[in-house]
């Protein structure tokens, strides 16, 4: 039984920062591709934030380029969403996943306001 569960989110300012965690666990190999998604207030489609192959190589959505980090620790099974200068259009409830698969933790809410 694979588990994906995600941490990390709240309430924060615009400028702020946030780092969400995602820890995996049950049968899974290390060596997986992982991504986070988000879902929007209102919004019925989840759209692709940020992933991480295999070799470490990572892609990001161009809204949040050059403010939000994927990362991963292997050895933890975890993979990490390091958010800067938040902005209120980044409200949502945030998704990890599995790459090319149907595993997808319950979701952490992430609220920007002020």
């Known amino acids: 039984q694979v588990q994906l569960v995600e941490s990390g989110g709240g309430l924060v300012q615009p400028g702020g920062s946030l780092r969400l965690s995602c820890v995996a666990s049950?049968?899974?190999?290390?060596?997986?591709?992982m991504e986070w998604y988000r879902q929007a207030p209102g919004k019925q489609q989840r759209e692709l934030v940020a992933r991480i192959g295999v070799t470490g190589s990572t892609n990001y959505a161009d809204s949040v380029k050059g403010r939000f980090t994927i990362s991963r620790d292997a050895a933890k099974n975890t993979v990490y969403l390091q958010m800067n200068s938040l902005k209120p259009e980044d409200t949502a409830v945030y998704y990890c996943r599995i790459m090319y698969t149907m595993y997808w933790g319950q979701g952490t809410q992430v609220t920007v306001s002020s």
């Open positions: 049950g049968s899974i190999s290390r060596f997986v591709g």
